[in-house]
């Protein structure tokens, strides 16, 4: 009889664990970002560019159809960006800047079950991408003898989404959701020239920039049913 009970208790907690999978979340979602340019052509020996930090902050809607399949998205303020090196020059050796863009994924998320409460949801999709800043600007070190002149093509533009996430379900049924993922640009949407003179009017050798970047985010969505007014019976 207690053995009975027991997998009684067992079969509605899984099965609420389950439901838990299911319907709409929503909640705020932070992530770290690194995005460098990219090399067009060859580029000089006294010259190196590494990953830049950045970082996009905003909300999250998931919407889960069954215990296996859902879709996500959110509305982000990013900030990614590029750092160039010139080994070669004494007056300022590092320049670097960062893009603002307004940033709307959409994915479609597979859910593979870790344990009860627990969930791998693997994403794949596309990023619609619009940019915030200007659309040509110029840094330079001191005395301008190491610049570079960037140039948008365009301010809206599409990435391709892949991605892999821990979700774990707490016992109000809200989600938290620990992910790494890579967004890739098409093409290259700004231009970068890159010069280390003064006075020669013709760029040393240029780069571009596809937005592209690898993150590491942190979500918490919210079970909205839990904000609703529990009812009060009186006797």
Known sequence: MKL???LLFLFLFAHQCLFAQK??????????????PKVIGSIPNDFTFRFKS???????????????????SSVLFSSKGYRLFNDSNRNGNELKHNQSLLE??????????LN?????RENIGVSFCSLLSSTSKTISNKNNSFRIEEETKTTFYPMLNIGLEVSHEAKNNNIFVFG???K????????????????????????GFQGSYVGISL???????????QEEFFY
């Open 54 to 72: 950045g970082f996009n902050a905003g909300v999250m809607m998931y919407y889960g159809f069954s215990n296996k399949i859902g879709i996500s």
């Open 116 to 120: 009860s409460v627990s969930n791998i």
């Open 184 to 207: 890739q640009g098409f093409s290259n949407n700004t231009n970068l020239a890159v010069y280390n003179s003064k006075t020669i009017a013709a760029p040393r050798f240029n780069l």
């Open 4 to 6: 009975s009970i027991r």
């Open 219 to 229: 979500s918490y969505l919210f079970n909205l049913s839990n904000l609703k007014k």
């Open 23 to 36: 319907g709409f979340r929503i909640g705020p979602s932070v992530a770290y970002l690194a995005s460098k």
């Open 104 to 113: 709307i994924p959409l994915n479609l998320v597979i859910k593979q079950r």
């Open 180 to 182: 790494a993922f890579l």
